[in-house]
């Protein structure tokens, strides 16, 4: 087997796969918890999307310069690995290879079957759903693992799709909210008092740390640089131009639901809510029409976050690092990818999905270690990109001002200020969840070559 992938996505691809990765699941899924978490004050919630989105436009701009210069297999690990030693770089591709992936893309997976059920009226926690949501994930997998041209292909065609219903509610909508009135009212009116919330700093930080799942995703674009034609320049290109669609995006279609539907009634909707409005503005067919774009879109997204996870053992393999590098490093020469890799990347996905049915659908089958999976580890990568950034302002002699300090150490305030919204969202959820990452960074010393090459 040879051990080096093609180069073959190009900018369009890139960007559409740092659209496509973000947009798809958490605008919808996070858009009727931040009115809830918020109280239906539609200024601090657009505050939050805006504050979230600047976080992650920043850092991605922080990354954009550094993938002028650093190339490799991983971006983000290819970054760490520069500015902190193999060390560093490694247990940072641990953590995305065990926990961020892997827990993020079987949430995705259960978002993609929960939207679907709500199309056909099902449960969305009963045993169909999850039972949609395995063969989603085992689809995705194939799609990615035996066909990965065709999964880039489905990445572009998704990312259009999912723009429909996003671009004509946020214009529709705000076009009808303004016309009778309900956009003013939704503005003006709050569905729940502050006071009743814990104050408006304890909802902004709240419904902060709700938009970090759904503007995540753009890392991961980085995980292809090393597939990428022209990585230099198409990497930082595509992190900023993508970043930017999506945060506007998703401004303007909150702005729009706003215009659809009473706050009180998205808020109560549960996951009902985004059906409701699209019906209330485009009628009962023409919402149902778009709501099926709404279930292709999840999938899109569910897509773009396999294609980082099925590449986590293989770019720890590539190093040297990780359980059997000799295994874990080889491509198939039929259809250029690393197998073996993949499938236990799917195997991590399907224990992820199992933890989150028993943490957060059922009654808790973990006890006190039941914790949000689709925020706090993203919240931890935030904090594992401070060093990096503090290393940049310390390395990087040969950049000027804006590039070495003002870029980074923006950075740097942006992720203390999501770390610190998580401990105001999630409270002793944290400490249990700490436990159990830190179990899972011990079991990565087993497999840490770096020692041995140290010595």
Same mark, same amino acid.
């Given at each position: 087997?040879?051990?080096a992938?093609n180069?073959r996505y190009?900018?369009i691809?890139?960007?559409?796969m740092?659209?496509?990765?973000?947009?798809?699941?958490?605008?919808?899924?996070?858009?009727?918890?931040?009115?809830?978490?918020?109280?239906?004050?539609?200024?601090?919630?657009?505050?939050a999307?805006?504050?979230?989105?600047?976080?992650?436009?920043?850092?991605?701009?922080?990354?954009?310069?550094?993938?002028?210069?650093?190339?490799?297999v991983?971006?983000?690990?290819?970054?760490?690995?520069?500015?902190?030693?193999?060390?560093?770089?490694?247990?940072l591709?641990?953590f995305?290879?065990?926990?961020?992936?892997?827990?993020?893309?079987?949430v995705?997976?259960?978002?993609?079957?929960?939207?679907?059920?709500?199309?056909?009226?099902?449960?969305?926690?009963?045993?169909?759903?999850?039972?949609?949501?395995?063969?989603?994930?085992?689809?995705?997998?194939?799609?990615?693992?035996?066909?990965?041209?065709?999964? /880039?292909?489905?990445? $572009?065609?998704? &990312?259009? *799709?999912?723009?429909?219903?996003?671009?004509?509610? @946020?214009?529709?909508?705000? +076009?009808?909210?303004?016309?009778?009135g309900?956009?003013?009212?939704?503005?003006?009116?709050?569905?729940?008092?502050?006071?009743?919330?814990?104050?408006?700093?304890?909802?902004?930080?709240?419904?902060?740390?709700?938009?970090?799942?759904?503007?995540?995703?753009?890392?991961?674009?980085?995980?292809?640089?090393?597939?990428?034609?022209?990585?230099?320049?198409?990497?930082?290109?595509?992190l900023?131009? /993508?970043?930017?669609? $999506?945060?506007? &995006?998703? *401004?303007l279609?909150?702005?729009?639901?706003?215009? @659809?539907v009473?706050?009180s +009634?998205?808020?109560?909707?549960?996951?009902?809510?985004a059906?409701?409005?699209?019906?209330?503005?485009?009628?009962?067919?023409?919402?149902?029409?778009?709501?099926?774009?709404?279930?292709?879109?999840?999938?899109g997204?569910?897509?773009?976050l396999?294609?980082?996870?099925?590449?986590?053992?293989?770019?720890?393999?590539?190093?040297g690092?990780?359980?059997?590098?000799?295994?874990?490093?080889?491509?198939?020469?039929?259809?250029?990818?690393?197998?073996?890799?993949?499938?236990?990347?799917?195997?991590?996905? @399907?224990a992820?999905?199992?933890?989150?049915?028993?943490?957060?659908?059922s009654?808790g089958?973990f006890?006190?270690?039941c914790?949000?999976?689709?925020?706090?580890?993203?919240?931890?990568?935030?904090?594992m990109?401070?060093?990096?950034?503090?290393?940049?302002?310390?390395?990087?002699?040969?950049?000027?001002?804006?590039?070495r300090?003002?870029?980074?150490g923006?950075?740097?305030?942006?992720?203390?200020?999501?770390?610190?919204?998580?401990?105001?969202?999630?409270?002793?959820?944290?400490?249990?969840?700490?436990i159990?990452?830190?179990?899972?960074?011990?079991?990565?010393?087993?497999?840490?070559?770096?020692?041995?090459?140290?010595?």
């Amino acid at each position: 087997m040879e051990n080096a992938l093609n180069k073959r996505y190009g900018l369009i691809t890139a960007i559409t796969m740092v659209v496509g990765i973000v947009i798809g699941s958490g605008v919808f899924f996070k858009a009727e918890k931040i009115l809830n978490c918020t109280g239906g004050d539609l200024q601090i919630g657009i505050l939050a999307w805006i504050i979230g989105g600047l976080i992650m436009v920043i850092c991605a701009y922080t990354f954009s310069i550094m993938a002028t210069k650093y190339e490799k297999v991983n971006g983000v690990v290819d970054y760490a690995e520069a500015m902190l030693g193999k060390r560093y770089g490694y247990y940072l591709g641990w953590f995305m290879t065990t926990m961020y992936f892997p827990a993020m893309t079987s949430v995705l997976a259960w978002v993609s079957a929960r939207y679907f059920c709500v199309l056909l009226g099902w449960d969305i926690t009963g045993g169909s759903c999850m039972v949609i949501a395995g063969f989603f994930l085992v689809a995705s997998f194939a799609m990615n693992a035996l066909a990965p041209v065709l999964a /880039g292909k489905f990445q $572009v065609s998704t &990312t259009v *799709i999912k723009m429909i219903p996003l671009a004509l509610m @946020a214009v529709v909508g705000t +076009i009808k909210g303004l016309s009778n009135g309900l956009l003013i009212e939704n503005f003006s009116e709050v569905a729940i008092p502050a006071s009743e919330l814990g104050g408006k700093g304890y909802m902004l930080f709240t419904a902060v740390c709700a938009t970090s799942f759904a503007y995540e995703g753009w890392i991961i674009a980085t995980s292809i640089n090393s597939e990428l034609k022209d990585a230099k320049k198409n990497l930082p290109r595509a992190l900023v131009i /993508g970043t930017l669609i $999506v945060m506007a &995006t998703y *401004i303007l279609y909150y702005v729009g639901l706003a215009g @659809a539907v009473e706050n009180s +009634i998205m808020m109560a909707g549960g996951e009902t809510g985004a059906k409701i409005a699209f019906a209330n503005v485009f009628s009962n067919i023409g919402g149902t029409l778009l709501f099926v774009f709404i279930v292709i879109s999840c999938l899109g997204t569910l897509n773009g976050l396999m294609v980082g996870t099925v590449r986590g053992l293989y770019s720890l393999a590539a190093r040297g690092n990780g359980p059997r590098p000799d295994i874990m490093k080889q491509v198939d020469p039929v259809v250029n990818m690393p197998i073996n890799s993949a499938v236990i990347g799917a195997l991590l996905v @399907a224990a992820w999905l199992l933890y989150f049915y028993g943490a957060n659908l059922s009654t808790g089958w973990f006890g006190p270690f039941c914790f949000d999976s689709s925020e706090l580890p993203i919240i931890t990568i935030y904090a594992m990109y401070i060093p990096i950034f503090f290393m940049v302002m310390k390395k990087e002699k040969d950049w000027g001002t804006f590039k070495r300090y003002i870029m980074p150490g923006l950075s740097i305030i942006a992720c203390i200020f999501i770390v610190i919204a998580a401990f105001f969202a999630h409270r002793m959820a944290v400490v249990f969840y700490l436990i159990v990452f830190a179990v899972v960074m011990l079991i990565a010393i087993k497999f840490d070559n770096t020692r041995k090459e140290a010595k």
